[in-house]
């Protein structure tokens, strides 16, 4: 049984600060890593998507991948309150579907 | 990336009738998934509908209860049959990125209520 796991929150963060998401998953196969944020009421929207070890920016987010630990995270530097959705992380082994995790709901306080 | 437009967007349905949704993309796709969300969970894939050939059902979803439909490569429909109060969920169609390994574009969803 494929897994991935993620905090279910809410983590409250201070607007300004950096909010820091985790996600680890069960197969070592796994070789494709997603970030999608997700509304209240509106569907998933990609935001990061990492392939290798080590870090990816793309503006205010960084993906972070440890594949030895089996561990993605995400990290929102300077989050706003338009940041607080539900977060979710998604893994992929090639050939196959994806495997979501539960989310993960951030709320950025003013 | 494909923009998909999925309806209805939201509808109430007695118990014991069917709703069918249909995913119209603005470009030619080999699969199409399926994906039901229920209140408060994550994505639970239904199953991947490939143009011409039997859709492909996860553990769990059976043809009967949701029968699946991909006349061509830019268009399908999922039917949620005889349903139940249980069936109330967010239903939502995706489709693969513009490269191999890109992620999910996902339609914006039907939010159905069985009452």
């Known amino acids: 049984q494929k897994e991935v796991e993620q905090n279910s929150g809410p983590l409250s963060v201070p607007e300004g600060a950096i909010a820091s998401l985790n996600c680890t998953y069960s197969?070592?196969?796994?070789?494709?890593f997603f970030w999608y944020r997700q509304y209240s009421g509106k569907s998933p929207e990609l935001i990061m998507f990492?392939?290798?070890?080590g870090d990816k920016e793309d503006g205010r987010f960084t993906a972070q991948l440890n594949k030895a630990s089996q561990y993605v995270s995400l990290l929102i530097r300077d989050s706003q309150p338009s940041d607080s959705a539900t977060y979710l992380c998604a893994v992929r082994v090639e050939g196959q579907n994806f495997v979501f995790g539960p989310g993960t709901r951030l709320s950025v306080l003013p | 990336s494909a923009v998909i437009s999925q309806k209805p967007s939201r509808d109430i349905c007695q118990r014991g009738t069917s709703l069918t949704i249909q995913c119209q993309v603005d470009s030619q796709v080999t699969m199409m998934f399926w994906y039901r969300q229920q209140p408060g969970q994550s994505l639970t894939l239904i199953a991947t509908?490939?143009?011409?050939?039997?859709?492909?059902?996860e553990s769990g979803f059976v043809i009967d209860k949701f029968p699946i439909s991909r006349p061509n490569l830019t268009f399908s429909t999922l039917t949620v049959s005889n349903m139940s109060p249980e069936d109330s969920s967010i239903y939502l169609c995706?489709?693969?990125?513009?490269?191999?390994?890109?992620?999910?574009?996902f339609g914006s969803g039907t939010r159905l209520t069985v009452v």
């Open positions: 197969d070592r196969g796994s070789q494709s």
């Open positions: 995706s489709v693969e990125g513009d490269r191999l390994l890109y992620g999910y574009t």
């Open positions: 509908a490939n143009q011409g050939s039997e859709a492909t059902y």
């Open positions: 990492i392939y290798s070890n």
